[in-house]
């Protein structure tokens, strides 16, 4: 098939599934057609099978907001005719359901039969999506995309819960390639940041107010009274400021490494002991299940779609949001010498069951199935 991906190039969790997808896909013999404002950051390497399409936003004094809605429907419009696409799967609602509505009335109009698919990931439901200034247009353009997916069973139930959905919503959880996230054996890291063999807790996001990082650093505060060990904060975002001084006032800055973006993360999660999430929200939690593919295992709150992926006392602990003295007890049952090694262990098989090469063939195969239910449609 000829599919177009839409999604934020950013870091980002959808970013990251949107192109580790076409990835599969383009491995899998399809061709895919990145359809976004920057190259995605994980696109990074030549494949015959994958083609990049930049939209461009051209400014004008008169935009103080300029309409990116608008020039990405036009250039989904411009792809789909030139390059004969099967299909558009575009990820994170917000705009990118309602241009794609936009760019498929378009096409309609010329002839032309593009199927849909909105991949929902989280914050465009549970959080962005449903304040009142986007939910009319977030409900209308799931309504109106030929195929729904969600990254978890919470993630349908919060958009049913939230929206007027006509649609089935298909639920396909997110995935990693085992085959890049893994032990690395890079030792020698470990001794750089744990020169006298402390435990290594690590915590990766876009540091936004929902992942609650405030709560790994006052976690690792206590932790690190008990059990020497050692904090690296991966990622960068508009929380950090408040979280560098927070970790003055605690005076944890010399155990304490904010590491910035990093693109082979995974070099750093093989080195780790313990990832910690405590997010206030989370459809899915891809950071985890990427640590735990690199056999760390994880604590994290209960929200959201993380018990569909956290087995509680098996891969790692769950605690309710905020409840600090609680990780703080999950964290230390877990650093024991004698308990880490089995749940790292079970994380590494539970990571094993969202393969990219298990999860992979069901975004084909809904792309099949949608794609001949509209078909059928335009047949009649
Ligand atoms: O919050 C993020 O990390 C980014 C956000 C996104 O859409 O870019 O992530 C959401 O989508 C990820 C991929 O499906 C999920 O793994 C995350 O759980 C989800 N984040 C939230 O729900 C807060």
Redesign the pocket.
Known sequence: MKIGIVC?PTF??????ATELGKYLSKNGHQVHFITYSQPHRLDFFNENIFYHEVVISSYPLFEYPPYELALASKMVDVVKHEKLDLLHV??AIPHASAAYMAKQILRSQGISIPVIT?L????I??VGKDASYEPVVTFSINQSDGVTA??ED?KRDTYKHFNITNDIEVIP?FVDISRFRKQGKEHFKKAICPNGEKLIVHA??F?A??RIEDVIMVFDQVRKQIPSKLLLVGDGPERMKLEALCRELDTCADIRFLGKMEAVEEILSVSDVFIMP?????????A?EAMACEVPVISTNT??LPELNIHGVTGFMSNVGDVPDMVKNMITLLDDKVLPVFKKNALARAKEFDVNTIGPRYVAYYEKVASKVAGMVER
């Open positions: 934020y980002g969790g959808s970013g990251v599934v990820h994170y991949t990931h989280g914050t465009d549970t959080l990254v978890s993630l997110n996001s876009n936004r929902v992942k997010s206030e929200k989370e459809s899915f939690g891809l950071a299940l959201g779609g």
